[in-house]
């Protein structure tokens, strides 16, 4: 891939760095979450731009995509851009350097919004290892979630989801500005505070909390996240009986968040966070990774909190003597206590590399993604720092989510084996546009949209006509299926037929339509065709009920202009459509669009009209051709989230 290209066109926070950490190149986006000009990044090792309590994070990250050439995932906060920190999954390859050659390590900021709990878990681990609670308040919402941490502390709350009303309810009334300026906190954090509060068991407790803002996720919502230390003294029996059953409460809660993120995943990669983000925190394990089969050997990515590298696992053979490949081979668990066991049960094969070698115990649970006799997928691995003997509670229920894994990468894999079937064939109906139209520069691009079967019914065409005019059409037919696809291909390959005897695109719509309706055409469809001049750059042009025209100038201007026709065809008999002619300047572009290039979630049509004009414009004025204008529009499109399918079709002239 070229990386350089990569980063400086996500949105998302993005960066090139050196082997040893040192910033390279960085997009925009990153410049911001780190809080400082992009100038001022550069050079800079990675590590030093973020807290100083993530720097062994980020080391291990770094190092892991460097030296073991896998994928590796953390979550990281960054100093963010005001008072509010950010905090992102970020993941780790290594790539070549497009410019210098060599390795770089890519880290770029992963699309967390599906699965936000899984950026918490840091959090919740270090406010659990500090014996603190850990909360998190939402001013939109005006409600207090518990997030987990000390079980002690969470039994102090009824639930886990509490109104602000009753927390203020239950706070003495001596103590409720402090309870104000926690959660209406406008620095960075507040100092520890401490304040009364009235449990529904035994009494009030002292309670001594601290809050921070933290915005989760690159353009994410911001919270206010607190943690609270119990400063009150209390029977050692009552407190065994609470801290049980509030540990029951907090692995329940962090398996039903495990089954559902997985289950909700639409992609491979998305599976693959919540495996890396997840599954250690819920078995109380130190690290994870995740093994997927490609082409008969390991796909391995980590957590970065596997204590031992992965580079020897990576690329292996399913044959190979080792517990991994053994694991997906048979659909056996394999479930190893300490270094002994594995040595014992593993004497001649190709061993966890230096796994017997570590100063202190280590443990491994691996699990396969498949039952025993189904075509093998993969498995994971979960890590402990100590001795760890897994219960039969313990491995019936990693077997159970790992089968819910299994079953939700199938799933993925199907759906994505049909997408690939269903662009191929919607690539195959599109035809090539001409190559040499003297005195023009043509150029089309079209992506199927993420939704059903992807068969969608968007469409172009250009071509030469008779009379050595060149014809331009864009169009979408209603529906995303086969039956969009076939009446796609009906209504292109109808108007290419009649274009060949009637050469005003008015006339070309109406015998459209007029045949459509007589066929009782059960899809309708919208459609703007123009036909254009090479010589003079005469443009006459006509739609029937599609988005607008957009018209680039080089100067870095845009207009948008409603072309005169009438409604979509196939549905009224007997309609005249209307036209227009224009003169297209020299080194302008007309840029013909589907609507789901400038209308999608959040996004109206004039707005999204206007901001691919500006797009267009800019690209024109900085001298990008047509194919990389168009390139352009559809990589906006897609940044936003459209669901719809997208083309675009772009003629300039020269």
């Known amino acids: 891939m070229d990386a350089s290209d990569e980063i400086l066109q996500m949105a998302t926070p993005s960066a090139l760095l050196a082997l040893d950490g040192a910033m390279r190149r960085l997009n925009v ?234 289950m909700t995943a639409v992609t491979e990669q998305e599976i693959q966070q919540v495996v890396l983000t997840r599954l250690a925190a819920t078995f109380g394990g130190t690290g994870a990774a995740l093994a997927l089969i490609s082409n008969g050997r390991l796909r ?19 044959d190979a003597p080792s517990a991994l490949p053994h694991v997906i081979r048979t659909g056996e668990p394999q479930f190893i206590p300490n270094q002994e066991d594995y040595i014992r049960r593993w004497p001649h094969g190709a061993m966890v590399p230096y796994f017997d070698q570590l100063v202190t115990g280590y443990a491994i649970s691996i699990n396969p993604l498949s039952p025993s006799g189904d075509q093998p997928l993969g498995a994971w691995l979960v890590t402990y720092d100590s001795e760890h003997h897994s219960s039969p509670q313990e491995r019936a229920l990693m077997g159970t989510l790992a089968d819910l894994a299994g079953q939700a990468l199938k799933r993925v894999r199907l759906q994505e084996a049909r997408v690939e079937l269903a662009a191929a064939l919607q690539q195959a109906m599109l035809p090539t546009l001409p ?57 292109r390959a109808s108007m290419r037929a009649i274009a060949a005897h009637e050469t005003d695109p008015a006339t070309v719509l109406t015998r459209t339509n007029d045949l459509l309706v007589s066929m009782g055409a059960a899809r309708f469809a919208s459609c703007t065709m123009l036909r254009i001049t090479p010589d003079n750059g005469r443009v006459t042009g006509a739609s029937a009920g599609h988005v607008p025209l957009l018209y680039a100038r080089d100067d870095g201007s845009h207009s948008i202009r409603e072309m005169p026709g009438g409604p979509v065809l196939g549905v009224l008999p007997a309609v005249d459509y209307a036209e227009e002619t224009f003169t297209l300047t020299r080194d302008a572009a007309l840029v013909m669009v589907t609507d789901g290039v400038v209308e999608g979630p959040g996004l109206t049509l004039d707005a999204g009209l206007e901001r691919a004009g500006t797009l267009a414009a800019q690209a024109i004025h900085g001298g990008l051709n047509a194919e990389e204008t168009a390139d352009r529009l559809l990589d906006a499109a897609v940044a936003v989230d459209h669901l719809d399918d997208v083309a675009v079709l772009i003629i300039r002239r020269t």
């Not at 880290?107 to 878990?121: C, E, K, P, T």
């Not at 970065?304 to 020897?312: M, Y």
């Not at 979408?476 to 086969?482: A, L, M, P, R, Y």
């Open 435 to 491: 190559e040499h139209l003297p005195g023009l520069e043509a150029a089309a691009c079209y992506r199927p949209s993420r939704d059903g079967l992807d068969i969608g019914g968007d469409w172009y065409d250009a071509f030469v006509m008779s009379d050595g005019a060149i014809a331009l059409e864009i169009g979408d037919v209603q529906g995303h299926d086969v039956d969009a696809a076939a009446a796609m291909g009906q209504v």
């Open 29 to 262: 986006p990153m410049a911001r979450v780190l809080g400082r000009p992009v100038e001022q990044c550069v050079g800079h090792r990675f590590g030093d731009l973020l807290p100083a309590s993530q720097l062994t994070a980020v080391e291990s990250l770094v190092s892991h995509a460097a030296t073991t050439n896998t994928v590796a995932m953390r979550v990281l906060e960054f100093p963010g851009p005001a008072s509010a920190s950010v905090v992102c999954l970020v993941e780790a390859r290594r790539v070549n350097d497009p410019v210098g050659g060599g390795a770089l390590v890519w880290v770029h900021s992963l699309n967390a919004s599906n699965d936000r709990g899984g950026l918490l878990i840091p959090f919740r681990l270090a406010a659990k290892a500090a014996n603190l609670g850990l909360c998190m308040y939402s001013s939109q919402e005006r409600t207090l979630e518990w997030l987990g941490g000390a079980p002690a502390l969470a039994a102090l709350f009824p639930k886990a989801s509490i109104p602000l009303s009753e927390v203020v309810r239950r706070v003495h009334p001596d103590d409720r500005s402090v309870l104000r300026r926690l959660v209406h906190l406008t620095a960075a954090r507040s100092p520890w505070l401490g304040l009364r509060f009235l449990t529904d068991g035994d009494g009030w407790h002292f309670l001594v909390c601290r809050a921070r803002r933290i915005i989760l996720g690159s353009g994410g919502p911001e919270r206010v996240f607190g943690v609270i230390r119990d400063d009150t003294t209390r029977q050692a029996r009552r407190r065994r009986a609470l801290v049980a059953l509030t540990a029951e409460r907090q692995r329940a809660d962090e398996i039903a968040a495990f089954s559902s993120a997985v």
């Open 300 to 318: 391995v990515s980590s957590d970065a909190g596997i204590p031992i590298p992965l580079a020897a696992l990576h690329g292996l053979p399913l």
